[in-house]
């Protein structure tokens, strides 16, 4: 079993910046994807990135060059750092854990952008 405990969410204007956190417990396997998604009230869960234990990341196109995803392997723990946010990235936050034959869910952060 592994544990995901996000944090970081709140309440940004426009144009401000969020650090999320997502630290991992558990039994914790060396190899893992670990990754960031978002869904907005109405909406589909979508993607915002994702990170490997290497460090090999992929973005979603909109939000390339405002985000960066990272991790800390020796405290198992990932962050997203975003900026400019926009009121249309007002959404929860979920943290994801992925390894071979296992995927965890963390409980989400509410990130609340007003224009």
């Not at 910046?17 to 190899?31: K, M």
């Not at 723990?77 to 975003?82: A, H, N, R, S």
Request: proline share 2%; with cysteine; glycine share 12%.
């Amino acid at each position: 079993q592994v544990q995901l405990v996000e944090s970081g969410g709140g309440l940004v204007q426009a144009g401000g910046s969020l650090r999320l956190s997502c630290a991992a417990s558990g039994s914790i396997f060396s190899i893992n994807v670990m990754g960031w998604y978002r869904q907005a009230p109405g909406k589909q869960r979508e993607l915002v990135a994702h990170i490997t234990e290497y460090g090999g990341t992929n973005y979603a196109d909109s939000v390339k060059g405002r985000f960066t995803i990272s991790r800390d392997n020796a405290k198992n723990t990932m962050y997203l750092q975003m900026n400019s946010l926009k009121p249309e990235e007002t959404a929860v936050y979920y943290c994801r854990y992925v390894t071979t034959g296992y995927d965890y869910w963390g409980q989400g952060t509410q990130v609340t952008v007003s224009s």
